[in-house]
Nanobody, 127 residues
């Protein structure tokens, strides 16, 4: 089981930036995906970005539109999400998660394939 803890959420205005961080326990197992998901008020949890070892692939949801960048610092056991040009529609609780295996799209951005989750961090974007 991978333990994860997010930080870096907050309140910004439209067009602002935030960098989310996720500290996770050491993960010596075979290739798997680490990902960011978000849950907007009244909505289902949706995949934002995933970074998958093995094939070394990175996946983004269409709504990211080149605004977000996922990165990973393996020696430090950290996962990041740099979010630029934020919009009010990005207001949500953001979660990092560890998948059971490594995946390709669309599985890499599908929450059912992830079994370990952080507690979430709130991002609020005002207009």
């Amino acid at each position: 089981q991978v333990q994860l803890a997010e930080s870096g959420g907050g309140s910004v205005q439209t067009g602002g930036s935030l960098r989310l961080s996720c500290a996770h326990s050491p993960d010596p197992t075979s290739p798997r995906c680490l990902a960011w998901f978000r849950q907007r008020p009244g909505q289902f949890r949706e995949g934002v970005a995933a970074k998958c070892t093995g094939a070394q692939n990175t996946y983004y949801a269409d709504f990211v539109k080149g605004r977000f960048t996922i990165s990973r610092d393996i020696p430090k056991n950290m996962l990041y999400l740099q979010m630029n040009n934020l919009e009010p529609e990005d207001t949500a609780t953001y979660y990092c998660a560890a998948g059971r295996y490594t995946y390709t799209t669309p599985a890499a951005l599908t929450s059912i394939n992830y079994n370990d989750w952080g507690q979430g961090t709130q991002v609020t974007v005002s207009s």
